[in-house]
């Protein structure tokens, strides 16, 4: 093969793009498929934003917990539950109340995604363990450590935010 008839070496070229929203499925509804696109357009395309929208799992108990919206930016990780209810919320501590063209109640979805985000936060930091090869030896693996300074490595600031009490958004 003569120097004329080898194939050029490739050339460098920008990092592929990585993908920032994750949804396996379009949502039922459409107000809340609307909520979440809203959502999408606003998200900065740069580190860390990532968002997983419309996916389940199943928690310690057995239960399905469906998910709307996860987003991971620079103050943590989040879980959205959207509502799509016309007019002006109050809120009645376990239930909500929308004035509208009529008064619709139901009931407050906080404690149901606090407890989701707390099982969601216990699956991660079970997935994190195991992806780090930690066996409980008795020494710790990175994700079994607590983020004990605030220069930390992302890893440990990742795991950090999901140490913290389990949070939720509404």
């Not at 943590?76 to 002006?88: A, N």
């Amino acid at each position: 093969m003569t120097p004329a008839e080898r194939p050029s070496a490739p050339k460098p070229g920008p990092p592929p793009r990585r993908t920032r929203w994750f949804q396996p499925r379009r949502s039922g509804f459409a107000w809340e498929q609307e909520g979440l696109e809203h959502v999408r357009q606003l998200m900065p395309d740069a580190e860390p934003y990532r968002a997983w929208a419309t996916f389940q799992f199943t928690g310690p108990s057995g239960r399905v917990n469906e998910c709307d919206l996860l987003i991971a930016v620079p103050g943590g990780l989040y879980l959205l539950e959207l509502k799509g209810h016309p007019g002006r919320l109050v809120n009645h501590g376990d239930t909500w109340q929308f004035h509208g063209d009529r008064v619709r109640t139901i009931k407050s979805p906080l404690h149901l995604t606090d407890l989701k985000a707390k099982e969601l936060r216990g699956q991660l930091e079970r997935a994190a363990r195991a992806a780090a090869g930690c066996r409980g030896s008795g020494t710790p693996c990175w994700a079994c450590r607590p983020s004990a300074r605030a220069g930390a490595s992302p890893r440990r600031r990742f795991l950090s935010a999901l140490s913290s009490t389990g949070r939720s958004a509404m």
